[in-house]
């Protein structure tokens, strides 16, 4: 009978509430992403052989946090993921918190509506995390990219040079997501019919 009411309590939350378990996810993820861009072995980094050396996968713990926790866990883990942008930067490109903060915030947030949105309209677990995982990718490197260009930070010819790394980028995405989203929904379903 506890962990119905558990469950029915948690139903009773909106996705805007800011609970105690949403600030730990946070933190979790949050750290997760922190934990991969710590100079000076980035493991975040995934080195490749294409113009831009490599792609990245510290925005993964952002997605992973909508998905699972909702949009506040998603945003306030891209609000850490922002700031170890400026902290660990090295370039110079990422001291202006809009370029660096903001672009991640809206990872949380647009992983969690294309997340939602699909599981609303009968989308498999699979497919709205797949989803949720190319959005979000998307969403920063579209923003930063973006930001970059029109701060005159990034010359928009060199643009075109970071496109092979933000479609490797969505390919990780969109595969990780439905393996990590699949994993949790089973430990939730095993939860609530109390195996």
Do not use: C
């Not at 980094?45 to 946090?65: K, M, W």
């Not at 850490?80 to 990872?107: A, H």
């Amino acid at each position: 009978m506890g962990s119905n009411v558990t469950t029915q309590q948690a139903k009773s939350v909106g996705p805007w509430s800011l609970t105690t378990r949403r600030v730990v996810l946070s933190a979790l993820f949050g750290a997760m992403t922190f934990a991969l861009g710590m100079p000076p072995a980035i493991i975040g980094f995934i080195r490749l052989p294409n113009a831009s050396g490599g792609a990245t996968i510290l925005h993964i713990p952002v997605i992973i946090g909508s998905v699972v926790g909702g949009p506040i866990v998603g945003m306030l883990s891209g609000f850490i993921f922002g700031i170890s942008s400026i902290m660990n930067d090295t370039t110079g490109l990422f001291g202006n918190p809009i370029i660096s903060v903001l672009p991640r915030i809206l990872i949380g947030l647009t992983s969690w509506l294309a997340y939602q949105g699909l599981k609303k309209v009968g989308a498999s677990t699979l497919i709205a995390a797949a989803t949720a995982g190319v959005v979000g990718t998307l969403t920063n490197t579209i923003l930063v990219v973006g930001l970059l260009v029109a701060f005159q930070l990034l010359p928009i010819a060199q643009v075109a040079i970071l496109i092979p790394q933000a479609v490797i980028e969505v390919i990780i995405a969109a595969a990780l997501l439905p393996i990590i989203a699949t994993a949790v929904e089973s430990v939730r379903s095993r939860n609530a019919r109390g195996d």
